[in-house]
């Protein structure tokens, strides 16, 4: 059972442009949720994350945007640049246990 | 500098013969976890150990084991390798309370073949 999707394995889009990254979630316990970036031959490496008793999270060129009722999180990179080219992940957990779990990835492509 | 080491980083075996991969973190994080990632699935899960003497399951432990004998340190035991456990591994650790974003190891690429 899958408690976290990311149902676009890939997404491509033009230097400058938004990218957009979506997830789904089945588990109302989850209270944090955050994405990973993952570069190859490195381990993810955390990028931003949100609580549940908030709906947008900005750092930057990332924003996190949660919606609870929908059980959906995306996250925005504006502007997007080649360098944020990598795998993301969604994951999700609580502050109170040791576990996250993770969404598939979705293979981020920024061309010039 | 504050990081989650892993060791071998590759690693070619043969089904049978068993094999640990070493995970230790220089934060004093009483958290750590073992993941797995395979195409498609993302991260799974392994075990994951709350503070020293308390390890328990994740969500794909079968084939595993791991103790926590140390804060710093939380080794991967696979005593009867077998080719399902070819995948990249990850280690990962965090400091009790507060946000729950994990720091994770480099990955060790495991083939059992």
């Known amino acids: 059972d899958q408690q976290v999707k990311q149902n676009s394995p890939s997404l491509s889009v033009q230097e400058g442009r938004i990218s957009i990254l979506n997830c789904d979630y089945t588990?109302?316990?989850?209270?944090?949720f955050l994405w990973y970036k993952k570069y190859p031959a490195e381990g993810p490496t955390f990028l931003i994350s949100?609580?549940?008793?908030?709906d947008k999270n900005e750092d930057g060129r990332f924003t996190v945007f949660l919606n609870k009722s929908a059980k959906h999180l995306s996250l925005h990179i504006v502007p997007s640049q080649p360098g944020d080219s990598a795998v993301y992940f969604c994951?999700?957990?609580?502050?109170?246990?040791?576990?996250?779990?993770f969404g598939q990835g979705t293979i981020l492509t920024v061309h010039p | 500098e504050a990081q989650v080491t892993q060791n071998p980083r590759y690693l070619i075996t043969v089904t049978g013969k068993k094999l640990t991969v070493t995970c230790s973190q220089n934060?004093?994080?009483?958290?750590m976890s073992w993941y797995r990632q395979d195409p498609g699935l993302g991260l799974r899960q392994i075990y994951y150990?709350?503070?020293?003497?308390?390890?328990d399951k994740g969500d794909v432990p079968e084939g595993y084991k791991v103790s926590r004998k140390e804060k710093r340190n939380f080794p991967l035991i696979l005593e009867s390798p077998s080719p399902n456990q070819t995948s990249l591994y990850f280690c990962?650790?965090?400091?009790?309370?507060?946000?729950?974003?994990?720091?994770f190891g480099p990955g060790t690429r495991l083939t059992v073949t």
């Open positions: 990962a650790s965090r400091p009790r309370g507060g946000r729950p974003e994990q720091y």
């Open positions: 588990n109302s316990m989850f209270d944090y």
């Open positions: 949100i609580s549940s008793i908030k």
């Open positions: 994951a999700a957990g609580g502050t109170s246990y040791g576990k996250l779990t």
């Open positions: 934060m004093n994080h009483e958290y």
């Open positions: 150990s709350m503070n020293v003497e308390v390890t």
